[in-house]
Nanobody, 116 residues
Framework: QVQLVESGGGLVQAGGSLRLSCAASGSRSSMYSMGWYRRAPGNERELVATMTTGDITTYADSVKGRFTISRDSAQNMVYLQMNSLKPEDTAVYLC??????????WGKGTLVTVSS
């Protein structure tokens, strides 16, 4: 059973930075892609950033230039460096992984709160 565990969330002032980490356990092989989604209060879940095994990245327009995704495929880890945080970035950030059989996995999330 694949499990994803996020860490690194917290409270930060606008303009500050946070780094999220996600570890995938229970898989015998690396994931095809890993990434981050977020769900703000009253909003639907939305893509933040993903990265495939071939280092192809996708970012939401709202975070381009501020957030950077990186992976350690050998360790099945994914990171999200978030800079210049804004109050509208406040959300529960969810780690997501897709294996080569196209099975999708989700973490429980870590809360990021950006104060103005």
């Amino acid at each position: 059973q694949v499990q994803l565990v996020e860490s690194g969330g917290g409270l930060v002032q606008a303009g500050g930075s946070l780094r999220l980490s996600c570890a995938a356990s229970g898989s015998r092989s690396s994931m095809y892609s890993m990434g981050w989604y977020r769900r703000a209060p009253g909003n639907e879940r939305e893509l933040v950033a993903t990265m495939t095994t071939g280092d192809i990245t996708t970012y939401a327009d709202s975070v381009k230039g501020r957030f950077t995704i990186s992976r350690d495929s050998a360790q099945n880890m994914v990171y999200l460096q978030m800079n210049s945080l804004k109050p509208e970035d406040t959300a529960v950030y969810l780690c997501q992984a897709l294996d080569f059989r196209l099975m999708n996995y989700w973490g429980k999330g870590t809360l990021v709160t950006v104060s103005s």
